[in-house]
Nanobody, 124 residues
Framework: QVQLVESGGGVVEAGGSLTLSCVAS????????MGWFRQVPGKAREFVSV???????YYTDTVRGRFTISRDSAKNTMYLEMTDLKPEDTALYYC??????????????????WGQGTQVTVSS
């Protein structure tokens, strides 16, 4: 089993910055993709950014240029640096791992393990 724990969320004014962290622990395995998703109450969980197979990085259009995904393999930790935050970035942010190549990197249903989420609130 794998455990994912997110941290770093909080309340910030529009234009501000936050950095989220996701620590992975448990059974060691080779994963296909590790990424960030977010969800607003009443809406579907959506893709934000990912380290996909082969180390490729992808971002959803609404955060490209403002968010940066990174990782420290020695610490089993993934980060999401978020700058120029907007009120529409307010959401519960989750990290997730997909352990096979089946399914698309943006597909919520393709991911096998999820953290509990960390709340990001951006005030206008």
């Amino acid at each position: 089993q794998v455990q994912l724990v997110e941290s770093g969320g909080g309340v910030v004014e529009a234009g501000g910055s936050l950095t989220l962290s996701c620590v992975a622990s448990g059974r060691t395995f080779s994963w296909s993709s590790m990424g960030w998703f977010r969800q607003v109450p009443g809406k579907a969980r959506e893709f934000v950014s990912v380290f996909a197979w082969g180390g490729r990085i992808y971002y959803t259009d609404t955060v490209r240029g403002r968010f940066t995904i990174s990782r420290d393999s020695a610490k089993n930790t993934m980060y999401l640096e978020m700058t120029d935050l907007k009120p529409e970035d307010t959401a519960l942010y989750y990290c997730a791992i997909k352990i096979t190549e089946s399914g698309s990197y943006w597909d919520v249903g393709a991911y096998n393990y999820w953290g509990q989420g960390t709340q990001v609130t951006v005030s206008s």
